[in-house]
Structure formats: structure tokens, C-alpha cells
């Protein structure tokens, strides 16, 4: 069979569609068309290629040999015709076909379709702020854009940036300002925390905490107002609570689908934007299909339709839709919703539902939060991790796992794990038991993952009772007030320094003492008990409450999350 | 419920199930009985402690925290007693009591339980070789053999080393004194590849080779004879083929289950030793459970029993264990099967079948190779990894997959993922689309993961047809008398140093140049096509096939698998 199939789009999603099918099917033809005279870019490198990382701007646009992805790199190489400048106004469904403008020269033309393919991807969020078209405002949304930051950088026009958002690319575009080139970079968010809604406060202020000794400034619940500037260039922004210097400014407040032409075309769109999609990525036109940034797709923990703009999606849509493009019957079952993000040394990641999201959906949720050797504790190539599960408390099912630990591949390698298996809709009970390949160098006997697992388990059974470091940090700002007793479960040499600087306040009984020594600890006090992880102190909670005492709360992570979290005591 | 608990064995599983218990059960008494003097060490900690990645044996028996598990340490941190130097002699099922022996005086007694767990672990595998009683003869297998090994080596009186066996520990071993002691090691395998069975023999090159550059030799296909020595000393080890001067040896032939107490007590045990437990780790006794290294566990892949011991399946056992002496329900479903090993700066995994394992069990396997970048190509910290899936061609099950890569956690972590699933015996369009968190300098944005089962669908489907370095090599070796046609579909500058080398047998066609340069590629041989990793010599393959060549073979993995394997052309 030959047929024509249009793209409308030529980056990530498109181009992956197109030549899958040429593959399957080489005696059809396609045109892919884009408005833009750069297809095929890595979009997500941006970030990478304004710190250095990625020394020249060409490298996003490249195949990992080295060969240019441009219109000619398509015809010789795929076998596709690609239209560059030209942008699709209108998708008529009747007659089957595209109207479409040269975007320099303003002329028409209509390119027909057998099948088509909706890949217009997404545009940042514009904020309408009153002088974000003066110079040195940018949106990170393609190649061009990293240029332009760069280079006005390099050149040293740069002493003071700041960034909108504190989301994934705000992150990156912050550590690459003040990591490589010593930016005063300032992020100013809405919310009260970093990725907000995808990790638990915990967690996001371990990775604040980090990127500000990194030299990263946040300002939280704070709204930019305006944005100033002299002789066209930006000078400063202005916020509800302050001005800030810049003569960079980023808005990065996330993206929004380009699914108007869709809409336009009578496409199921849903009200704030986005194509849905079936699990064989087709519109409700079953000659039309969509994917990529452009479009919705099913959450597998909730079975509604969710925005996860991601390169990787698109990718492994894009393969979808050149398999049935090609007559193929391959599905796109849904997300999971994993993240992973790099600020400076350290990395976050997660999987599935947050506390605060599993919350919203309704589930009985409890989290429990755990900081623990990554690997056997003897090698010498260890580092902490900090892991967070989500559990309905009911059903024991695994809602999601978020994470902060070293910008290496362990704790993504873990995350990854759980995603795999979470729409099997795991209990605590499979996670206790995944099985993690075991060799010193690469993992624990007893792997941060099964112990999470064990953990969750206790605090469901009722056996651990716990805060974590931010309940912790609650507890101990209003220790004059409060009738806490706290208690250091570590040998005496580590407890010491803190109970010489709060000699009211901080207490020590090893755990191996605590049997012995019970007389020393008050029955009618709140205990919040601490060691270095919270495995001892958990093993003390388990000591004291076989002796009667009731009022006992065990600190997460131990004094390595509240470190990481920011807390001196 | 106040009961008393015997547990046979201290490390790993015995002192796990113990510590569990009490944590559940405080009222409940435990004994644990060793024949040893030291108990709950870190045994896969040995190469490490020999390297001296580790530097004081006695961080294998300590916790995170730097306490020594010893008899004390339980007593008084964990309730638990311990007799050490106890050797367990017999156990009387009727009367619910242990014989035990004191191994030093000789002193009998007798121990009631109410219930017993068997953890008596296993013994390293003796070959009853001449001569393995003289001096400088080790198995590794506690913290003992390690500082012997280590004091022997450090004070300059082994030049050369020979080890037996090429599986996890003989490997580790031979990193440990090649790498750190500059030791000349050598390495006598029976079968014809290191890690036989666990990988198929083109990844076993790819570690073989790694490691020689690490200054380790091989012997395949041989077994030793006998050992020899002077003055009670090593100094040769001979073989079926040769003498090897020798001042150590490691026996690293396996290890065999200590299970002849239990069957001797009439539990059902395996012909060939190995308790059989039901999945609450229960033996055929109700009072009785036993796990770790003296066990047989399900094979989930195979549903057969088999025999996996590791520190992980260890510790996960004895948790359960501990929670069922508690009147808990937990289970132990059985074991997928993964590994990992550390060779020098590479590492080698893997989960579920190979593909030597799957064609063995029945299945209709087919393995695809393929090696890629681990992250986004552009980003600086990239490097190459290989994988090879095996999945069954009727059905589309993934069985299993199995890497090389970097000695970071990358691959590993990609082993993990796919293991998570394995259970659900996943289809290759699960991996197609499994979910890897997505950025930069953590992924690729089609994942290699993804492109393996991508890889594997095409290889099914029949739209790519290849060989791995191995078929490589072997067309290669033959092409003064095969009728290969050795084409090239890099670019030009990267294929001219092998033509010239090579000018009669290596062609260049970039892949690109393929449809215009048709006319130079002979319809009538055995078209060989090569690129950099596979991926553009499989395109060449699908246009050539849309041409009407027949006979194309496209080398998985490409030079990059072709060079690890050790192929020069």
C-alpha cells in the first residue's frame, strides 16, 4: 500500500513518526512541515548548551554520528520531504487536506493527506507581563533562544538574571547560570517550594537548600509584577514583594499545547488545550493522529487524561504512530509520570503520585521518608539518598516514590524500578521484595528500596511512628514552648556537640542503652527520638513502647535528612 | 504470645529473621547459634577488603554506623543471645530441641525451640584436588580467608596468582590483585567464557577482554589437575594443558547449601542439597523455616526451584522469617534472578533467562545486541553501554536481559527496571514503552531500553536480520572464502582508515548515499552491513530490502560492539 501522510511538525515527534513509517513502508511518501526554519532539535538540551555543557549549539540538532537533522539530512538520508516556514493555518478534514503559509513569503498553498499527523508541540507560558518584549527577556523554547542567552553571557552583559519559575527548566536554566558562569541568579515561584506539587515540601527543600549553596537565590510565594528596563533592554523585575536587579530575565512557567488548529478543525481538544488522543495515539478522526507536546494522554494511576510535555514521550509516541501510520496496531497505554531533574551535584526524581497529589485524588495517603547508604555501607564510593514513598494506608497499594540523592545514576535507576511496575498497582509488600540486582559496589544487601518498602510497612502496621524533617524542624523551632524530650539515640562521641550547644534541650541514650538506662527518660514528655538515618531510633521507639511509653515519634531520615533539609542544631 | 526462637546460623538470614522478630515480639526470647567465632559479617565484602577498597576487615562486620555485631552487640543492642563456637549437631523434630556441640571444649547440650529457623548458609565448593591442603590454597569465604589472602599479598610473597572459576567471586577476586596488587593473575575456567550461562558469549568477551586489558590472563575450556608446592607451600597449579607458577590460589568453583542437618531432620532437601521452603519460607515442618544460602527458592521465570544465593535474598528472606515467627503472613514469591558484577571500570548484569537458559527451558528465544549511548548523546558524561534482550518469538515474552557497560549504575539500573516486570511476563512492547525518567544527563530520550525491545520488535517482526560481534568475527575470519560483501555505512572518513587496511573486503557506502549509489553495491553476495552502533547499517538494510536484495546482514552493535568484543578489522 502507498499513501501520502502529512506532519505537521518536524521536532521529536514528528520526524520520529515520519520515519518510522518510511521504514515500515518506504514506498509512501511524507511531507512534514514546520514553521520554524530549525527542525529537529533537542530541545531539552537547551539548558545544557547555555551552562557549556554542550559546547556548540549545533550538537542539539545532530544525530548522535555527527550529521546535521536539517531538510536535506531528511530527503537524502529518509526519504522525506520536509517544508520548512511553513506553517499549517487550517486542517480541512472534508477534502483531506493542509492549508499552509510560507511564513517569509506569505504564500499559500494545500497539501493533501491520506493520513496526517498532528505534531505542533507546545509554546511556553506567557505571563502578560507589562515589558517582557524588551531585550534580554527570554522563554527557553528553542535553539535560538539558548544562543541568544549564551551569547549575552559571554559577552559579560550579564551580572544579575532571574528566573520565572521554579519548575524543571527554571532549575536547569538556574544551575547553568550560576554554576558555570557566576550569575547572581535569582528564581522567583509562586508557590512555596520548587517543584511544586511533584515532590513533597521535604524533599524540595533539600534540593533548594543545595542549589543555594550553589549559589542560587530563591524568593517563594512571590509574583512577578512587571518587568523594567532602560533603552529597550531589561534592567530589573519587580515583584509583589521587591525589586530585583536582572539584565537576564527567564520565564519558565511551564507550556502549553499549540492544539488550536486542532480545535479549530472540530479534534476532541480538551477546554484549557491539549489533543486527546486513543491508545493507538488517533484523534477522533481516525485518519488523524496527534501526540507529543501537543496532546493529553491517559495517567495510569488515575485513569484521567494528563499534559506530561516530555522528549521521551514523544519519541516513543512518534514510533506508535509510524507503526499505524503503517497499519500496525501498537499502543500507547499511558504515563506514569516519571521525573528526573540534575541541580549542581545532587539529583530529584519521582514516579507516580506525590503525597499532595495522591491527597487530591482521594487516596488515604501516608508517606514515609527514609535517608540511607545507596550502596553496601563498607564501599567507599557510597553516598546518602533521601527516598520518599506514597502509600494508601487502606489497600497498601505503592502510590509513587519521589527522591533526592547524588546526581549519579543510582537513585534514577531505583525510580525508574518502581515506575515499571507501578501500574501492576503494586502493594508495599512487592517493593519490600523487588528484586535489585545485589553486588557491593552497585547496591545494599538490604537495598534503600526494600528498606523504604519495610518502612512503609511498619508505619502502616502502626510499628513506627514518624515525622519527617519538616515535622522535625516544627517541633524543635518551638522546643522552648513545646514539652518535647529529644532524644539522640547515636553512641555519646556523635551526640556530644549537640548537647553541648543545647544543653536544655538535647539529651543522649545510645539505643544500645536504652534497656539499661530506661530510668533516664521521662514517661510524661512528647520523646522525638533521632540517630544518624533513623534506624536506631526506630529501634528504640520499638524498645520504649514495649515499656509503656506511649508518646514517641521516631525523626525520618535522621539527621541526615534534617542536614540536607537545612536544620542546625 | 512470649515464645522461644533457635536460630541456626549468624549470618546474613539468621541475625535478619532474629532482629525482626524481637522488633515484633519483644516478649519472645531468642537464641542464635554459630559455629564460628565471628557472625554477621558483610561475606560479599571480601574482594573489597582484598582489594583494599575496604581497609580494615572489620568494617565487614559492623553497621553503617560503625558498631561491631558481635555476641555483645546483639545481647545488648538487640535482646538476642548468641553462642558462638556452637556447632548445631542434629535437630530433634519431636522433642523441638537443637543438639549443639561446643566446638572448642567439646561440651554437648540441648536447646529447645518452639520454633527453628535453619540458616546455616553454604560452603564453598571443593574439588578434591591434589595438593588444595598446601599453604596458600584459599576459598573465600569468610572475613579469615580475606585477611589471609590480603597479608600474604601485602607482604610481597605472591607474584603470581592463579584463580579457579570465572564466575562472580573468581572474577572479583582477579580484579582485586590484578588492579590493586599488580598480582599476575590468571584465571582457569572449565567452560569455554566467563560467567557461563549467565551471559551469552559475546557480553563474556566483551568482560574477558576488559579484564585482560587489566592485566588478567584466561584459560578457557580447562580444568586444574592438581596443586603443588615446596615446604608445605603453593608454587604451581597444573592443568589439563599447562603448569602455572602459583605463591595463592583462590578456589572460586561455586557454593554448596549446608543443608544435610535439616536433611537428616527429615525436612524435604534437594537431591543435590538445598532446603525446599514454601513461600512463607516454611519448611515441610510448620515450626520450622529456613532461608538464605541453604535454600532452594522459586525460579518466577521457570517456576522451578533453584538455587541463588546473594546477601540480598539473605536479608529479604530473614525479614520474612522474622515476621512470620510473629504470627505475620508474609511471603517470598520467588526469585527472578539478577546479578551484577564489577569488572575493573565495566560492569556486567543481568535478570531473568539468557539466552542459553531460555533455549534450554523450551522457549523459542531469539536474543537481539545492541549498544548504545547510556544519556542524551550531546550530554559531556556519556558513555557506551550494551545490551542484549532475549525474548521467545511465538508469544513476544521478554525473558530476560543482560548488559556491559561503565562501572557506574547506569546499566544496572536498566537491569533492575526490566527485573521489576519480569514477573508479569511482559511483552516486548512493555519495554517498548516502559517509562524512563526523561533528562539529558540521565537518558536518552528514546532510551536504550526502548530501543532494545524496539530493536527486538523489528528483529521478530523479520524487518531486521543481524548478527552480534560474534557472527561478526566469524564472517570476518572467513572472508578470504566466504562470499561477504563488508560494507560500510559510516561516513566516508570514518570508514577510510578500514578500507585501507583492508582494501579487497571493506566498502563504504554512507548510509545516506545508499539510494543514489545503489548501482555500486553487488544483488549477488552476502551484503555485511556495519556502522557505528547499528543503527544506520539497519536503515541501509530496509532500503536495500525495498530494492530487492535478499541476502543483507545488518552486525548488531556495530564497530563499537565489534571493538569491546576484540575484533580488529
Known sequence: MSQHIVVIGGVALGPKAACRLKRLEPESTVT????????????????????????????????SFHMVRDAKFFKEVKGIDVQILTKATRIDREKKCVEVENVTTGEKASIN????????????????????????????????????IREAISKGQVSNAVIVGAGFIGLEMAEALADMWGVGTTVVEITEQIMPRLVSPALATMGQKHMEKGGVTFHFGETVTAIEGENGKVTRVITNKRTLDAEAVIIAAGVVPNSDIAKEAGLN??????????????????DIYAGGDCCLVKNLMTDQPTYLPLGSMANRQGRIIGTNLAG???????????FVVKLFETSMAGTGMSLEMAQAAGFDAISVLLTQIDRAHFYPTKELMTLEMVVDKSTR????????????????????????????????????????AYSPPFAAAMDILNTLANFADNAVCGISHGVGPDGFKELWDNRESNECYFLDCREKPDAEP???????????????EVRQRMDEIPKDKQLVLICNTGARSYEAQITLAANGYENVINVHGGMASIKKYGVEV
Chains 1, 2 share one sequence.
Open 32 to 63: 512534514m512541515i514546520d514553521q520554524s526554519a530549525l527542525i529537529s532539535y533537542g530541545g531539552c538540551g537547551i539548558p545544557y548548551y547555555v551552562s557549556g555543557d554542550v559546547s556548540d549549539a549545533i550538537e542539539l540538532s545532530q544525530t
Open 113 to 148: 493527506y491520506d493520513k496526517l499527523v498532528i505534531a505542533t508541540g507546545a509554546s511556553p507560558r506567557t505571563l502578560n507581563l507589562p515589558g517582557d518584549d524588551l531585550q534580554g527577556v527570554n522563554y527557553v523554547c528553542n535553539p535560538d533562544d539558548a544562543v541568544r
Open 269 to 286: 481538544v480538551h477546554d484549557r488545550g491539549g489533543v486527546f488522543v486513543d491508545e493507538f495515539m488517533r484523534t477522533n478522526d481516525p
Open 328 to 338: 500496525g496496531e501498537s499502543r500507547f497505554d499511558g504515563v506514569i509520570g516519571s
Open 397 to 436: 497499594q505503592v502510590l509513587g516514590v519521589q527522591g533526592f540523592g547524588s546526581a549519579g545514576d543510582a537513585m534514577v535507576g531505583r525510580i525508574n524500578t518502581v515506575a515499571a511496575i507501578l501500574k501492576t498497582k503494586p502493594t508495599i509488600d512487592d517493593i519490600s521484595n523487588v528484586e535489585i
Open 498 to 512: 549537640v548537647m553541648e550547644r543545647n544543653p536544655e534541650h538535647w539529651h543522649n541514650v545510645p539505643q544500645g
